[in-house]
């Protein structure tokens, strides 16, 4: 009412200060404020929340800033786009709203009418101040609406009267009643009627409190003339519940589990069922039992179900609640939710509970025999015996699952001992292989146990250990060689038949005595014998270390050793022969061609080195001379420049052509290896960075050649 009241002379200040600016001469152009003054809009339902209803134009004619709008009903607000908005649901409102709107260059009011309201009153500003009307004179009452109560589900026919408004009016006959809302005249449209005349109210079709379990309407009357004259009153149907909705359980199975031994009273599950009908009456009041078990032994009653809060408990003693002894491991139930807290009229919904009764620990795993054999041939490795248990504990769990371990009688650690997932039983296998002439009998002690701990009350007894005998089965075994590789050092081109090693191949089966005989596997060079009864390695062709087949001076052969078991058995051995070198291989010199320029000013024609296929000292240094022709001192030198090469000097120039040079170069062996080789020389001519060779034959640099050279030479100056 206060808000009301200070917007309407906010209203009212304003448009007289504004009458009087116009009298005063006013001007032309932008006037601050409501640019309309007059908005309508049209009721057609309750207001949504954040609904635009209409855009009001205002303008301070400064850029609209910092200006703020109140509404006179508290249940509108004008938004950042001048927006007029409900703030929540509106069901009534006034016929009349007014829009003040101010700010630091307008302060200004605007009207909104909302026709097609229920009733609608004179909404104009004259009608609200009630200026220049007079109101009818006669006493305002108030409809009598008492709620109307309505049970669902009823039969035809329709419709049926379900409630009476009473007008107070004084005077009947002068209007009419009305009724608007949900399930009238909106959606679900028709639900609900009333007698304009003598305002009788009736159901027009059967209800589902499930789907709407209350109607509010708006009633009001009104004159012929559509003026409300009473009202509007809230009119409330309640719908009452009838028992039409049978409990339902969520899932048709459900799945529980409990320990055995558990307690008696021990919660195994919680059984939930749903009833649609109103929580509020007996009507969705659940009452659980359960009608069958199975299988129904040691007892028919091994399980109890609380009846209000479907709790499902153990009701056998924990004696008899044992995995081990019951018929099975796997128990069902069938469960009834009765509504009507369980009278018998009551509607039922079933369900089905399994429940399963899981191991604990309580037996220790027993082998089947405290003795278990087994036989293996010497060599061989894999499972030799596979140890079985009973163990009355369920088998996929670790109450039941064994685990073995060998505790005795395995030093060397030859065995293993796993387990088969597939049937619990212990595989003892031979990790490293047997020898017969060792050990031919082990005796292994094993131990089981399983993967959890054993309850507090039970012990691994004298059946959880069983001994195992471990028989070796002799074999024919092959030869074998010692030591391999057999390394011996020998010197490269000793004689043919030649001594160089002595094989020493032995058999394992040392009380079988038999003999063995050798013979060549690999010898890639060719170059060995062996005696096939004593072993001793001769050469039977020259051993060269420059060999292709020499690799960092060691050849390498391999030998076989054969026994006279049945079936014969064999075994390889190597020898390594490390060849030291013999100053066999003379010497060579590189390059063998060399270019000098005709008119060079450098008499050096080329460096020179040597090489040598022995190893030192049979290698360098070297010794790079002249050769032994008469007169290659006078137009040749030779310089030694290190240990291994040498510089060829000429003494004079030389014409165009290709010369070849003999040259003499010698090992440091003992005795010293010596060769005569040539280098060709070819003189050329060169121009512009060019060499211009001869493609002729290679003049030899004799005496004759080399004297009339120097008799040319001469013969210009």
């Known amino acids: 009412m206060e808000i009301g009241v200070r917007i309407l002379l906010a209203f009212l200040v304003p ?134 109560i309505v049970t669902e589900n009823q039969r035809a026919p329709f419709p049926r009267i379900i409630g009476k408004l009473i007008s107070r009016d004084e005077k009947l006959g002068n209007h009419i009643f009305r009724l608007t809302g949900p399930g009238a005249d909106q959606d679900p449209k028709g639900l609900f009627t009333i007698d304009i005349d003598t305002g009788d109210v009736s159901v027009t079709r059967s209800l589902d409190r499930e789907a709407i379990d209350s109607y509010q309407l708006e009633v009001s009357t009104t004159d012929f003339s559509g003026n409300i004259i009473e009202g509007p009153a809230i009119l409330v149907i309640t719908v009452i519940d009838q028992n039409d909705n049978r409990p339902i359980f969520k899932e048709r199975r459900y799945t529980g589990e409990v320990l055995e031994g558990s307690p008696t009273g ?46 499902i408990v153990t009701a056998i003693s924990p004696v008899l609640l044992d995995r081990e002894t019951l018929p099975t491991t796997t128990y069902e139930l069938e469960i009834v939710a009765k509504d009507m807290a369980g009278s018998e009229v009551g509607l039922t919904g079933t369900a089905t509970a399994t429940i399963t009764i899981t191991d604990k620990n309580d037996h220790a795993p027993e082998f089947t025999h405290p003795l278990f054999e087994a036989y293996v041939y010497e060599g061989s490795t894999g499972v030799v015996v596979n140890l079985t248990v009973i163990d009355r504990d369920d088998p996929t769990t670790g109450a039941g699952r064994a685990l073995y371990s060998i505790i005795n009688g395995d030093p060397a650690q030859s065995f293993e001992i796993q387990t088969n997932p597939d049937n619990n039983e212990g595989m003892l296998s031979v990790i490293k292989p047997l020898d017969y002439e060792a050990t031919a009998f082990h005796t292994l002690l094993i131990k089981v146990e399983n993967e959890d701990p054993l309850v507090s009350d039970v012990g691994y007894g004298p059946s959880s ?116 070198d013999y100053n066999d291989n003379a010497p060579y010199v590189v390059p063998s061609v060399a270019r000098v320029c005709e008119d060079a000013h450098d008499m050096n024609v080329a460096i020179v080195g040597g090489r040598d296929k022995d190893l030192t000292p049979n290698a360098a240094p070297f010794k790079i001379e002249l050769g032994t022709q008469p007169g290659l001192d006078k137009t040749w030198k030779i310089t030694r420049v290190n240990s291994t090469h040498s510089q060829i000097m000429l003494l004079h120039s030389l014409k165009k052509a290709n010369y070849q040079l003999p040259l003499l170069i010698t090992d440091s062996g003992v005795p010293p290896l010596s060769n005569s080789t040539e280098v060709k020389v070819q003189v050329c001519v060169c121009k512009k960075n060019k060499m211009h060779c001869s493609s ?22």
Request: net charge negative; charged share 15%.
């Open 266 to 311: 021990t919660t195994v599950m919680t059984m939930m069922a749903f009833d649609a009908d109103d929580p509020a009456t007996d009507n969705a009041a659940l009452r659980y039992n359960i009608v069958r078990q199975s299988p129904d032994n040691p007892s028919s009653n091994m399980f109890y179900i609380d009846a209000e809060r479907g709790d």
């Open 465 to 580: 250990t069983a001994t195992v005998h471990v028989t070796v089965l002799d074999i024919n075994e092959g030869p074998v060689f010692f030591p391999d590789p057999l390394t011996v050092t020998r010197m490269e081109n000793i004689p043919v038949g030649s001594f160089v090693a002595s094989l020493n191949a032995t058999d394992p089966d040392i009380l079988q005595m038999q003999s063995v005989r050798y013979a060549v596997l690999r010898d890639p060079a060719g170059w060995l014998s062996v005696n096939p009864v004593r072993g001793t390695v001769n050469t039977s062709a020259p051993l060269d270390r420059e060999s292709p087949y020499v690799h960092d001076n060691k050849y390498t052969a391999v030998f076989i050793a054969t026994d006279n078991g049945s079936p014969p058995a064999t075994g390889t051995g190597t020898l390594v022969i490390y060849l030291e």
């Open 15 to 148: 448009q007289v200060a504004r009458v009087g600016c116009q009298e005063d001469g006013g001007h032309e152009g932008c006037v601050p404020g409501f640019q309309v003054k007059h908005y309508q809009v049209v009721y057609s339902g309750p207001f949504q929340k954040g609904q635009a209803l209409i855009q009001v134009e205002f303008d301070d004619c400064a850029g609209n800033e910092d200006v703020t709008f109140e509404v006179s009903d508290p249940s509108f607000y004008v938004d950042g786009d001048l927006n007029l908005v409900p703030q929540q649901d509106v069901l009534y409102s006034s016929p009349l709203l007014f829009i003040h709107g101010l700010g630091a260059h307008a302060d200004d009011m605007a009207q909104v009418e909302v026709t097609g309201l229920p009733g609608q009153l004179g909404h104009s500003l004259r009608s609200i101040l009630g200026i220049g009307q007079m109101l009818p004179h006669r006493s305002k009452r108030s409809l009598l609406v008492p709620p109307v």
């Open 696 to 717: 002729a034959h290679s003049h030899r640099a004799s005496l004759l050649v080399l004297l009339a050279t120097l008799l040319l030479a001469l013969s210009c100056l």
